[in-house]
């Protein structure tokens, strides 16, 4: 899904162009009119975007999930890990 993965700090390069690996690349598409997008060779306007990802040093949990998760580790038993339902 990802067309290039951000790792780069340097967000311009000494021209003032947008790096590679940076959270302005050009592969993920362009925000200038003049230039096209190197992954799809569109323009400003017919370019829809493309993802790019960072990689993170330990896993993050999403906060608009945690009590979503929460309410389904409710469900289950913690020494069987059997769903908590009524026989009927």
């Known amino acids: ?7 780069n700090v340097r967000i311009y390069n000494d021209r ?4 590679f690996g940076a959270i ?3 592969r993920m598409g362009t925000m200038e ?3 096209k997008c190197f992954t799809c060779k569109g323009n ?3 370019c829809p975007g493309h993802f790019g990802h ?8 999403h906060g608009g999930l945690i009590e979503f998760i929460r ?3 409710r469900c289950v038993c913690n020494h ?3 769903l908590l339902l009524s026989p009927e």
């Open 24 to 26: 302005n690349d050009p």
């Open 44 to 46: 400003q306007d017919e």
């Open 16 to 19: 003032g162009v947008p790096n």
């Open 33 to 35: 009119k003049e230039m």
């Open 80 to 82: 069987c890990s059997m």
């Open 54 to 61: 960072i990689e993170l040093a330990r896993p993050v949990y």
């Open 1 to 7: 899904m990802s067309v290039v993965k951000i790792d």
């Open 71 to 73: 309410k389904i580790l």
